[in-house]
Nanobody, 115 residues
């Protein structure tokens, strides 16, 4: 059974940093491209960052230069390092991968950026 478990969210002041983690089980983690999405209240879920199985990365323009996605295949974990956080980064953050046209999601972790 595939499981994705996110952690690391919380309340942080503008300009602060957080690191999110997502532990994946039930699949061969190293073969999957991994994604981080976020969903703010009243908005559609949006793709934030991608890391391929080879380690190539891509980012949404709104987070490029501030967020870094990485993976540790020995720990079946994908990370999202978030720096210079802004109030508009407030959202529930989800990790995700797609295998054989099926999307797998974690339960999400809340990130709130506020003074």
């Amino acid at each position: 059974q595939v499981q994705l478990v996110e952690s690391g969210g919380g309340l942080v002041q503008p300009g602060g940093s957080l690191r999110l983690s997502c532990v994946v089980s039930g699949t061969i983690f190293s073969l999957n491209a991994m994604n981080w999405y976020r969903q703010a209240p009243g908005k559609q879920r949006e793709l934030v960052a991608i890391i391929t199985m080879y380690g190539s990365t891509n980012y949404a323009p709104s987070v490029k230069g501030r967020f870094t996605i990485s993976r540790d295949n020995t720990k079946n974990t994908v990370y999202l390092q978030m720096n210079s956080l802004k109030p508009e980064d407030t959202a529930v953050y989800y990790c995700n991968f797609n295998r054989e046209s099926i999307d797998y999601w974690g339960q999400g972790t809340q990130v709130t950026v506020s003074s």
